[in-house]
C-alpha cells in the first residue's frame, strides 16, 4: 500500500545530542515536508522540499537540519541547537497537480530527557 | 502572525446534530483551503477542500463554505456522529507554492456526545 511512514513513533534523546527522524514516502510525490506540532497548537513548517537534492527553510528552521538525496525519503536532524526539541513531528507529501493535498505520516514524538 | 485562525478551541455537539467548525484567514494570497482531522499520537488525516474560485464542497456527511470577501471558512458535519470526535484543523495554501506548504489553524477539538 502507498503511503509515508514514520520512525521512530517514539524518540528519547538526552540533551545536547542531535537525532535523526526518518521519514520515508512510496507515493511518487515530489514534494516533502516536516511540520512540528505543540500542544494546543497547529501544526508549523519546518523545511520542506519540492525537488530531490534542493530543499527551504519553513517558519521554524533554527536547529533543524534535513537533506534530500533520493525522492523517497526525507529525514529530519533535530541538533543541540534547537532550543525546545520536546514535540510532536510530522511527515507529509504532495504531489504537484492541481488540488492535490498532502498526505501525513503517523508522527514521532521526541522527549528529550 | 497568525494568518489562518480557528477561534473556538473546542466544540461540543449531541450526535445526530450538526457540527460548524469556523476558520478565519488573513493572506489574501490563499486561495486553497482545507480541512483535516487529527486524533491524538496519530497524523492528519485530509478530510475535504475548497479552491478559492468555489463558495462550497460538498462530500458525504461534509460541507466546507467560502466567503473570500469575508476571508471566512466553515466546516459542516451533518448528521455528527459520535465517530468524528477529534480535533480539526484548518489549513490554507497560496498560489504558486507548493501544495504541501500549508499554514495550519490552532485546531478545535470536537467531541459528539450520543
Known amino acids: 500500500d502507498g503511503g509515508i511512514t514514520q520512525s521512530p513513533k517514539y524518540l528519547f534523546r538526552k540533551e545536547g545530542q542531535n537525532v535523526t527522524l526518518s521519514c520515508e514516502q512510496n507515493?511518487?510525490?515530489?514534494?516533502m515536508y516536516w511540520y512540528r506540532q505543540d500542544p494546543g497548537q497547529g501544526l508549523r513548517l519546518i523545511y520542506y522540499?519540492?525537488?530531490?537534492?534542493?530543499?527551504q527553510k519553513g517558519d521554524i528552521a533554527e536547529g533543524y537540519s534535513v537533506s534530500r538525496e533520493k525522492k523517497e525519503s526525507f529525514p529530519l536532524t533535530v541538533t543541540s541547537a534547537q532550543k525546545n526539541p520536546t514535540a510532536f513531528y510530522l511527515c507529509?507529501?504532495?504531489?504537484?497537480?492541481?488540488?492535490?493535498?498532502?498526505?501525513f505520516g503517523q508522527g514521532t514524538r521526541l522527549t528529550v530527557v | 502572525d497568525q494568518q489562518v485562525k480557528q477561534n473556538s478551541p473546542s466544540l461540543s455537539v449531541q450526535e445526530g446534530r450538526i457540527s460548524i467548525l469556523n476558520c478565519d484567514y488573513t493572506n489574501s494570497m490563499f486561495d486553497y483551503f482545507l480541512w483535516y482531522k487529527k486524533y491524538p499520537a496519530e497524523g492528519p488525516t485530509f478530510l475535504i477542500s475548497i479552491s478559492s474560485i468555489k463558495d462550497k464542497n460538498e462530500d458525504g456527511r461534509f460541507t466546507v463554505f467560502l466567503n473570500k470577501s469575508a476571508k471566512h471558512l466553515s466546516l459542516h458535519i451533518v448528521p455528527s456522529q459520535p465517530g468524528d470526535s477529534a480535533v480539526y484543523f484548518c489549513?490554507?495554501?497560496?498560489?504558486?507554492?507548493?501544495?504541501?506548504?500549508?499554514?495550519f489553524g490552532q485546531g478545535t477539538i470536537l467531541t459528539v456526545h450520543p
Open positions: 489549513a490554507a495554501s497560496g498560489s504558486g507554492t507548493s501544495y504541501g506548504k500549508l499554514t
Open positions: 507515493l511518487n510525490h515530489d514534494a
Open positions: 507529509a507529501s504532495s504531489g504537484d497537480r492541481d488540488d492535490t493535498e498532502a498526505f
Open positions: 522540499s519540492q525537488i530531490v537534492n534542493d530543499f
